[in-house]
């Protein structure tokens, strides 16, 4: 990312906002809606300073980020309707979808994935420990913030990586 202190600042707020919402929904099972409407409301900051910074966002990029925000919001209210998802996690995942580029949102939802299968086996198998019956419950907000922050890490920051491979 070639952008400017504004743009790394919004950035940098989106970064504390998704560890509160990790944070949030380990301890309390719940993610805020103040968190998520803010860090929708922040999208559309960053895409206008991101324009006036680079010159490399324009309305069609606008238009293409809530179609990926609408297209993830139907496709997580269906699971949220079959009780496969929690509401603060339909409402992250899709105010996240507006600060991620399309090719970057798939490599979002793949480590996603992942981050939320390690997390679904170690909070299993404490449900199974405990020797509790029923649901497990899966804080699954922590698998969508650290994959938006692994995302911003490697998109908007390459620089920090240390010589590796990260994206």
Known sequence: ???GIFSYALLAA???????AAFTDLRRRQIDNWLTAAIALGAPLFWIAFAQETGEFGWSDAGIQLAIAVATFTALAALFAFGM???GDVKLLTALSLWIQPLWFIKLIIVM???GG??????GGIHYIRGKQGRVAVPY??????????VLANQHFPQIQSGGYLG
């Open 141 to 150: 907000g922590i698998a969508i913030s650290a994959a938006g922050l692994w």
């Open 14 to 20: 989106l970064a504390t906002g998704l560890l509160v």
């Open 85 to 87: 998802m929690g509401g």
């Open 118 to 123: 390690v997390l679904t086996l170690i909070f």
């Open 113 to 115: 994935a992942l981050v």
């Open 1 to 3: 990312m070639h952008g």
